[in-house]
T-cell receptor, first 112, second 113 residues
Framework: DSGVTQTPKHLITATGQRVTLRCSPR?????VYWYQQSLDQGLQFLIH???????AKGNILERFSAQQFPDLHSELNLSSLELGDSALYFC???????????FGPGTRLLVL | AQSVTQPDIHITVSEGASLELRCNYS??????LFWYVQSPGQGLQLLLK??????LVQGIKGFEAEFKRSQSSFNLRKPSVHWSDAAEYFC???????????FGQGTRLTINP
């Protein structure tokens, strides 16, 4: 158990809908990262937040957004969902100044 | 282009045999190096990491990895695999000055009884 929690574990929704994925980092970690794992793209970095501020963006679609709240949990919002958004979404966290990221169990999203 | 390459998509070994999973990276400055394992339906677990110092690093579950600067490689090894080692293994890097992990495509390990 990494100490990173993600909810829900599974999510099934329809095209055009909007969903929110939630992540709680390890106790004391201020950095939260989001990654997408799909069969065709592999594991791709989406976005990084540090203590509530966006620090880096990767291959994140404009339909996707994220935020980190004062209690340090983070949410990834996916809107206007398409079939191709079906994937496993991971959250990771790290300690300040550390390059080591610890991953949550992931949220499996299925868009029908 | 900057990248992480795992040349082997799928490897099958017999239980008790030795294992080596290959990883090469292409970056100007040596990045921070990691190996993660993903068991079926599970998240990513950190096996080991290399930042600097001794080029042979020990990890969890009996795994080790060797950093070779001249070959831009960070290969993962285990002297004797167990059936429970069947999983997908990812080599990953954090490029210097970046704040993200860049992953290889992964190597799926199958263990024959």
């Amino acid at each position: 158990d990494s100490g990173v929690t993600q909810t829900p574990k599974h999510l099934i929704t329809a095209t055009g809908q909007r969903v929110t994925l939630r992540c709680s980092p390890r106790s004391g970690d201020l950095s939260v990262y989001w990654y997408q794992q799909s069969l065709d793209q592999g594991l791709q970095f989406l976005i990084h937040y540090y203590n509530g501020e966006e620090r880096a963006k990767g291959n994140i679609l404009e339909r996707f957004s994220a935020q980190q709240f004062p209690d340090l949990h983070s949410e990834l919002n996916l809107s206007s969902l398409e079939l191709g958004d079906s994937a496993l979404y991971f959250c990771a966290s790290s300690d300040t100044g550390s390059e080591t990221q610890y991953f949550g169990p992931g949220t499996r999203l299925l868009v029908l | 282009a900057q990248s992480v390459t795992q040349p082997d998509i799928h490897i099958t070994v017999s239980e008790g045999a030795s294992l080596e999973l290959r990883c090469n990276y292409s970056y100007g400055a040596t990045p921070y190096l990691f190996w993660y394992v993903q068991s079926p339906g599970q998240g990513l677990q950190l096996l080991l990491k290399y930042f600097s110092g001794d080029t042979l690093v020990q990890g969890i579950k009996g795994f080790e990895a060797e950093f070779k600067r001249s070959q831009s490689s960070f290969n993962l090894r285990k002297p004797s695999v167990h059936w429970s080692d069947a999983a997908e293994y990812f080599c990953a890097v954090v490029p210097r000055g970046a704040q993200k992990l860049v992953f290889g495509q992964g190597t799926r390990l199958t263990i024959n009884p």
